[in-house]
């Protein structure tokens, strides 16, 4: 168990629908990591958030929008979803209270979204 | 930006020794990761190098080059089960925070 936790673990909608994945990093850590992936491919980074500001972007689509709460937790929304978007989103944390002693990201377990 | 190459796919046999190797191109290079990530599973930590030499962890090792931008993970004694694809990944400071870079990611196929 790495600690981070994503909901849903499944998800399954139409072409132009809205959907919002959630994170929640290990605690304590700071640095909040979207990935997409999709069939056999690498990971594609979208967006990082470092206690609740955004501070790296990455070919991140007009219709993705994310954020990182007070708590620490993010969510990201998909909107006008098309079959494109069918893929695993991953997210990560990393970075204790002291940047300076951060180890590596860990992985939550992933949202499959199935965009039919 | 940061670039970061490895081989897209490697073959090799049960029990033998395998290397993937992995080049970076980076500015505020702050360490040098490993993972292993199985078909539809969340990629898991391997290894961690931040200084020159050689790091080993059971059967699995990582050398890292800084100057060189260079780094391999060495598989030993492979079994069916590391059939899997291998990502470098580095760590990047910038200002007060790190920023993790992952490459695409080496597919192993291990066969019998």
């Known amino acids: 168990d790495s600690g981070v936790t994503q909901t849903p673990k499944h998800l399954i909608t139409a072409t132009g629908q809205r959907v919002t994945l959630r994170c929640s990093p290990r605690?304590?850590?700071?640095?909040v990591y979207w990935y997409q992936q999709s069939l056999d491919q690498g990971l594609q980074f979208l967006i990082q958030y470092y206690n609740g500001e955004e501070r790296a972007k990455g070919n991140i689509l007009e219709r993705f929008s994310a954020q990182q709460f007070p708590d620490l937790h993010s969510e990201l929304n998909l909107s006008s979803l098309e079959l494109g978007d069918s893929a695993l989103y991953f997210c990560?944390?990393?970075?204790?209270?002291?940047?300076?002693?951060?180890?590596?990201?860990?992985f939550g377990q992933g949202t499959r979204l199935t965009v039919v | 930006g940061q670039n970061i190459d490895q081989p897209t796919e490697m073959t090799a046999t049960e029990g033998a020794i395998v290397q993937i190797n992995c080049t970076y191109q980076?500015?505020?290079?702050?360490?040098l990761f490993w993972y292993q990530q199985h078909a539809g599973e969340a990629p898991t930590f391997l290894s961690y190098n931040v200084l020159d030499g050689l790091e080993e962890k059971g059967r699995f090792s990582s050398f890292l080059s800084r100057s060189k931008g260079y780094s391999y993970l060495l598989l030993k004694e492979l079994q069916m089960k590391d059939s899997a694809s291998y990502l470098c990944a580095v760590r990047a400071q910038k200002y007060n925070f790190n920023k993790f870079y992952f490459g695409s990611g080496t597919k192993l196929n291990v066969k019998p």
């Open positions: 605690s304590g850590d700071l640095s």
């Open positions: 980076t500015s505020g290079f702050n360490g």
């Open positions: 990560a944390s990393s970075g204790r209270q002291a940047p300076l002693r951060e180890t590596e990201a860990f």
